[in-house]
């Protein structure tokens, strides 16, 4: 699943892949396919998400995407607290070369 959460400062993204079909590099086309869609829907507003601190492979995947993480918190769920990573898009400025 793929949802969009828009606020004033930023879109926090909620994503999530079945375990059976993790590890086939679906996740890398997910990413590439969810930061051109928040380009056509948002422009230029920053993309967050937030994860679980223990998917280590979805930290990985999101760090390869181009995200960084920028807190790191306690949060209380649906299903107890639990310990999360908020990551940010960080895009990518050229310079013109003189």
Do not use: H, W
């Not at 793929?2 to 994503?15: H, P, S």
């Not at 869609?37 to 990985?60: D, H, P, Q």
């Amino acid at each position: 699943y793929i949802r969009f959460i828009e606020n004033k400062d930023f879109v926090l993204v909620g994503l999530g892949l079945k375990p059976s079909l993790c590890g086939q590099g679906l996740g890398n086309i997910i990413m590439k396919l969810l930061k051109n869609e928040c380009k056509k829907r948002y422009g230029n507003k920053r993309i967050a998400l937030e994860v679980r601190s223990f998917n280590k492979r979805a930290i990985k995947c999101y760090e390869r995407a181009g995200f960084e993480i920028t807190d790191v918190y306690q949060k209380d769920t649906l299903i107890g607290s639990d310990k999360f990573i908020k990551m940010e898009y960080k895009r990518r400025r050229f310079k013109i070369k003189e």
